[in-house]
Nanobody, 113 residues
Framework: VQLQASGGGLVQAGGSLRLSCAAS??????MGWHRQAPGKQRELVAT???????NYAGSVEGRFTISRDSAENTVYLQMNSLKSEDTGVYYC??????????WGQGTLVTVSS
């Protein structure tokens, strides 16, 4: 499995960014995003199943929206009303139907206050 994430960058607080992650291989069960802020543990941001069921961390609910294009094996994360605490490396994650998890290389999001 190869995951190619893009869309990270520098944005001012209150701004928006859209992350994309294209996955090679077969159709996946769940796709999502985790992030790791400086000095903190990696945490779940949002996931979406093949059936479209979504799950969000409480800290991003209402501001972030996850979506996927199953035909293209691509997952997106629309991030609005960004805050400085959203700064971190964002990792794309996919779970196969066999329960195997694969991680992308990460894309850096920096929110300046």
């Amino acid at each position: 499995v190869q995951l190619q994430a893009s869309g990270g960058g520098l944005v001012q607080a209150g701004g928006s960014l859209r992350l994309s992650c294209a996955a090679s291989g077969s159709i996946f069960n769940a796709m999502g995003w985790h992030r790791q802020a400086p000095g903190k543990q990696r945490e779940l941001v949002a996931t979406i199943t093949s059936g479209g069921r979504t799950n969000y961390a409480g800290s991003v609910e209402g501001r972030f929206t996850i979506s996927r294009d199953s035909a293209e094996n691509t997952v997106y994360l629309q991030m609005n009303s960004l805050k400085s605490e959203d700064t971190g490396v964002y990792y794309c994650v996919v779970d196969s139907w066999y329960g195997i998890r694969s991680w992308g290389q990460g894309t850096l999001v920096t929110v300046s206050s």
